[in-house]
């Protein structure tokens, strides 16, 4: 079964395996003590501390190792924010950060801080002069990531970093999604990482401060890692993810212009297999194994269901798929569909045979859900002035669907009022407007959700 989703988390790496089960000897003894044992196990963690060290393009002494990837984010944000807390409380983070980054950007501002969220494109990458823009005298501390773990659009890090240093403002860049690919490039401060991104075992993050950089680690103080993390080291764990990470970058090369080619295919034939398909993302700026699209007119829980039964693991940030029935905060701050939202991320040795067959299967997929939900033949020729869909009390995509029939109902220049009290619709009838071109008007409130205001324009 071909499992096409490791941005979520990549499967266990045949080094990291053998590198787990070679250390499970070797490496449970407590590395402080001085005795033959704990020589071993610090011998190992040292080793391990190098080479992910020299993966990253940071000193040994620089890098943390972390109970995991999340626990790196909270703790390098809320350490870089107390040791600048003299300069000031004010913290910046782009609108598509990852959850761990947006809880501790909350964390922040319910403990009075103030927090300052920059806007990103269509294509889902930050502006540099956007963050020039946001940079006040009481900032503290920036964060953006090096690539979007949705969309996969690589961010603009260097620039940003060099905006940052200009103003004396450290910047943390959650490297989580790219670290399998590259160094991340620029003069940035903090770096974070997740293991079982790359392919090696969960429960190990990095956390790397570059020295010079104020920083007071939060919670209670302990003795292991500088401080930084506290309790026992999983040493088995940690050589695990240092040769993993060594590993996948021995491959990165010539593995990335593989699947590169695979996801551009995806790409360029899903508009052309399925109608009403907006691929999402930066075309150029890319991670090479990831791919995303939107499918209007489906219900993307069940689509992914249909996949997984056609032998296809993949994911979404289609507000059908999560249990809080919110769309995802990167496809909301892109402005682009979120309903039927599919993210293909291809793992390290991924088959074309395996593509060509997602290929082959999705059409089917999509066009058996949008039947079962009734989703609108394109065209019509009305002559109504006005027309108000009610759409209350329906839940993603069925607002968007009932719009799409209403539209061919009025003449061109005529408008389609829906009533909504779904909250994806905020998101996806305005992006609905965008892929059919077709002129969103706005929003008002009404006596029971709110009014959405469309005009046809062709």
Known sequence: MPYFDVASSAP??????????????????????????????????DAAREAAADAVGCRPDELVFTSSGTRAVHSGTAGALAGRRRVGRHLIVSAVEHSSVLHSAEAHEADGGAVTEVAVDRGGAVDPAAYAAALREDTAL????????????????????????????????????????????????????????????AGVGLLVVRKGVRFAAQGPVDERESGRAAGFENIPAVVAAAASLRAVRAEAAAEGARLRELTERIRARVPGLVPDVEVVGDPVRRLPHLVTFSCL??????????????????SSGSSCTSSTLTPSHVL???GVVSEGNVRVSLPFGAEE?????????????????????????????????????????????????????AIGRVRVGGT???????????????????????????????????????????
Not at 160 to 177: F, I, K, N, S, T
Not at 355 to 380: C, K, M, N
Request: proline share 5%; net charge negative.
């Open 353 to 405: 045979a395996d593509v060509e067959r997602f290929l082959d299967v999705l059409p089917g997929v999509v066009r058996g859900v949008r039947e079962t939900l009734g989703a609108p033949v394109a065209g019509g020729d009305g002559a109504a002035e006005a027309v108000t869909v009610d759409a209350l009390g329906m839940a993603c995509p069925l607002p968007v669907i009932e719009l799409a029939k």
């Open 297 to 314: 007119y489906v219900d993307g829980e069940t689509v992914l269901h249909e996949l997984d039964r056609a032998g296809f693991s993949v």
């Open 142 to 201: 920036a964060c953006l990531q090096s690539a979007n773990h949705e969309v996969g659009t690589e961010q603009p890090v260097a620039r940003v970093a060099e905006v940052c240093r200009a103003a004396g403002v450290p910047l943390l860049v959650d490297a989580a999604q790219s670290l399998a690919w590259g160094r991340v490039d620029g003069d940035w401060s903090l770096l974070t990482g997740s293991a079982h991104k790359w392919g090696g075992p």
């Open 416 to 458: 389609v009022t829906v009533l909504a009290d779904d909250e994806v619709a905020a998101v996806d009838i305005p992006a609905w407007c965008w892929t059919q071109g077709q002129e969103y008007v706005g929003e008002r409130p009404a006596d029971h959700g709110v009014a959405y205001v469309v005009r046809r324009s062709s």
């Open 12 to 45: 266990l790496h045949p080094v990291a395996r053998q590198a787990l089960q070679a250390s499970l000897d070797e490496g449970w003894a407590d590395p402080a003590r001085l005795y033959r044992e704990g020589r071993r196990a610090r011998l190992l963690l």
């Open 332 to 334: 909301r701050a892109m």
